[in-house]
């Protein structure tokens, strides 16, 4: 089997594109990958088109070898050149699987469990004011997940003032009182605050029991969040900035996080990702991949999560299921009560309808729209 073409596909998600990388082989047999980079999808196209020479008349078993003679000979190793490398590595899997009519789980270990365990993101995306998100965690609640994740402080900026982590606290204590006790919140920060801020963040919304405090200051400084989690009684979770397994040594080895979040089209693809899964397992450290692309990395996740040890809840963004619905030839494996069955078809098991993906084409959206505008909420525009 050779590879004979690399094709990519750009789809407008709403708020953000999403791009799709095909594989295709001189037997029939295609895969599916995705390269999403938020904000920089066209440059990360660009990159698989560029990287795809490598691959054509290549063996697409050989996965380990190709990524790595990729990985090696890239003198820059940029987020965008490991995520393009991830979406067509993503592709690889899939190959592989179908030729073996098998799902891509049983080949990296085998079912680990049974159910793959949930958490729903972008619930509150529609909120305009602090008392529609009561109602709207009631909602996802509804459609069966008990673990819930939002961004309560947004915007804000490093130096986060107090009556806006007053605001915060209250959007917290609201969204716990409407759910009650037994739902799980995740709290995301966004890599937004300082060591000090975040810290007396974490405090302050302690008393509602969140399930994890997510990527509590900037990525750059490994030793700000060590800080952050050797004050706080919360676990931390970060990672999903990380590139490649040799990306999380440091968060590791100095005690940084309890939960890694790894983007398998950020970390290079499904191998890395294990690869990190596996050096997290042995400081007890657990992993919840990030997820906020389409129903490719979605797939993928599942299959990394089925079969790792270490694995703890899977991102998922539900109010993208018609999106879903409209460019997959099959229905998508959506979660039940707040977990995803395994997947049974070979392969990711999942097959993008291109004429669909064509009616959709990208659309440029200005990083700073997609969310309320600080210079907007500090006064400064009008």
Partial sequence: ???????????????????????????????????????????????????????????????????????????????????????????????????????????????????????????????????????????AVALGFKHLKWDPFWPSDVFIEPERISQSKKCVQMVREAVGPDVQLLIECHGRFSPDRAIHIAREIEEYKPYFFEEPVPPDNIDALVRVASSIKIPVATGERICSHWGARQILEKNGAAILQPDIIHMGGILETKKLAAMAYTYYVSIAPHNASGPVLAAACIHVDAST??????????????????????????????????????????????????????????????????????????
């Fill in 309 to 382: 040890p270490n694995f703890l809840i899977q991102e998922f963004f539900y109010p993208d299921k018609p999106l879903y619905d409209d460019i997959l030839k099959e229905p998508f494996f959506f979660p039940k009560d707040g977990f995803f069955d395994l997947p049974t078809r070979a392969g990711l098991g999942v097959d993008l309808d291109e004429k669909a993906l064509s009616k959709r084409p990208y659309k440029y959206y200005n990083l700073g729209s997609q969310f309320a505008s600080l210079e907007e909420f500090a006064g400064k525009k009008e």
């Fill in 1 to 139: 089997m050779k590879i004979t073409a690399i094709k990519t596909f750009l789809f407008n998600a709403n708020f953000r594109n999403w791009l799709f990388v095909k594989v295709e082989t001189d037997v029939g047999i295609h895969g599916w990958g995705e390269a999403t980079v938020e904000g920089y999808e066209l440059v990360s196209e660009a990159a698989v088109q560029t990287m795809s020479q490598h691959f054509i008349g290549k063996d697409p078993h050989n996965i380990e070898l190709l990524w790595n003679t990729i990985y090696r000979d890239s003198y820059w190793r940029s987020l965008v050149i490991v995520s393009a490398l991830g979406g067509i590595e993503m592709a690889l899997w899939d190959i592989l699987g179908k030729s073996l009519n098998l799902p891509v789980y049983q080949l990296l270990g085998g079912a680990f469990r049974s159910k793959i365990q949930a958490y729903n993101n972008a619930w509150y995306f529609s909120a305009k004011k602090l008392e529609d998100y009561p109602k709207l965690a009631s909602e």
